[in-house]
């Protein structure tokens, strides 16, 4: 922001910053009617120091004032897509539908994805999300034979690279079929082992699906890894895969967290078999998240030039009424599956708050994008405004949901352990020697 000059070394004091009641930890006070509270924070050493309530003290010295903006806890996005990401332009999906993604992946895959291919997109994906104000990703990979030996190694070294700016994590992604190849797989989850990964896959329905689900499970369970399920993408009723996964963690008492995402097909079945499946969600400890942009723009996408009647998303109030944390992520950015998204997480809010109705009230809907999915990515200090917590923080113009929501905000100031960072957004023209020109 043009007119806030903050410090890039040194203490100083954050003053009469709005921070919402859902996402700061040990302020008292009367929140306003958009359930935000004023407060000052004092930040050192890349920490937050303390977090005092503004009051109608004067602004204290070494100030930077606020004057009643916004400040959100650096954001958390744990479903994306970064290997897949900007490839539009060389690889369009030819009728925006599932399938025609799907294949247009599949070509895009085998024609180009070299090492320096997925790297130069990867970083591409991380500066950006990075001037947005993400601080933790976490990234699908495309799995398929031979990609997990190119992908998993760049993923790496990305991570490395990245370190201190971004906390990058890796799921594989591999289509339920493919587990059938169980020496394959088997060894694919040592891969993933190997480089701290989440195991992770695509489920649908296919007669053996169970069978496939529970040997996700026990490969998961012999290497002490995490799960990461892309499941029922898609408004077909028969597909209950959320279903048998809930009961597959029951039935192996699995102790790992597990994700799963999309879930669009629960929105559309009968009123009991929901109900049935929300219990178990909840029974087995899964987190859901959905990923609103992506699925407005692949479900309900007809091919006879009639209007969508349906938005795609999961029945994201209903689990967290049951106690199933949920939230929301970018998932595919300029790709096939998505031809729009910039990895920002204030978009992703925003739109969330528009397609599945994130407001009246705001209640903790705001963790959606922070401190929930910091939980299942095992980042306990990510996604809160806390003493003691590192100060990764966004500022906004905005001083309430209605002003933080209806512009981008692209000025927004990006704070990195107590230090303003530079919002380089990376030019689009960077990649046209890797994904052509349009
Ligand atoms: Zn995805």
């Known amino acids: 922001m043009t007119n806030l ?23 008292a006070g009367q929140a306003d009617r958009d359930g935000f509270l004023r407060a000052d924070l004092a930040i050192a050493d890349g920490r937050i120091k303390a977090i005092a309530p503004r009051g109608d003290k004067p602004i204290p010295p070494r100030a930077v004032d606020l004057a009643g903006r916004i400040v959100l806890p650096a ?63 976490r990234t699908h990979l495309d799995s398929i034979f031979p990609q997990e030996t190119i992908s998993w190694d760049v993923f790496t070294e990305t991570r490395e690279a990245w370190k201190g700016r971004i906390e990058l994590q890796a799921a594989s992604l591999v289509g339920a079929e493919q587990i059938r190849e169980a020496e394959w797989f088997s060894r694919l989850a040592d891969r993933v082992a190997r480089a701290g990964g989440v195991l992770g896959a695509v489920t649908y329905l296919i007669p053996d699906i169970v069978e496939m689900i529970d040997r996700a499970f026990l490969e998961a369970m012999e290497r002490g890894l995490d799960l990461d399920f892309h499941a029922d993408e898609t408004d077909d009723v ?61 479900q309900d996408r007809r091919a006879n030039g009639t209007t969508p009647r349906w938005r795609g998303i999961t029945l994201l109030h ?5 106690g199933v944390p949920v939230m929301v992520a970018s998932d595919n950015t300029r790709d096939p599956f998505y031809a729009y998204g910039d990895l920002d997480m204030l978009e992703v809010y925003r739109q969330a708050t528009r397609i599945a109705h994130f407001d009246h009230p705001v209640g903790d809907w705001p963790r959606t994008v922070g401190a929930t999915p910091a939980t299942v990515m095992r980042l306990e200090d990510a996604g809160r405004i806390a003493a003691g917590a590192s100060a990764d923080l966004v500022v906004f113009r905005g001083r309430s949901w209605t002003e933080l929501l209806s512009r981008p905000e692209s000025d927004r100031a990006v704070i990195r352990a107590g230090a303003a960072i530079d919002r380089v957004i990376p030019d689009y023209s960077e990649l046209d020697d890797v994904v052509g020109r349009p």
């Open 238 to 298: 028969a597909s209950v895969t959320l279903r048998l996964i809930a009961e597959a963690a029951i039935r192996h008492r699995f102790e790992g967290r597990i994700l799963v995402g999309h879930c669009c097909s629960l929105s559309r079945q009968p009123d009991d078999e929901v109900l049935r499946t929300l219990d178990l969600c909840a029974e087995a400890g899964l987190a859901v998240v959905s990923l609103p942009m992506c699925n407005m723009y692949l």
């Open 75 to 137: 954001f958390v996005d744990c479903h994306t897509h970064l290997d897949k990401g900007q490839t539009w332009t060389r690889m369009p999906n030819p009728d925006g539908s599932f399938m025609g993604a799907l294949t247009a992946v599949g070509n895009d895959r085998m024609a180009f994805w070299n090492s320096t291919d997925v790297a130069r997109r990867m970083d591409f994906g991380l500066r950006t999300a990075y001037a947005h104000g993400t601080r933790a990703i």
């Open 318 to 322: 209903e689990l967290k009424a049951r």
């Open 5 to 27: 000059s903050i410090p890039t070394d040194g203490w100083y004091v954050l003053a009469d910053a709005r921070v919402h009641a859902s996402t700061v930890d040990g302020l």
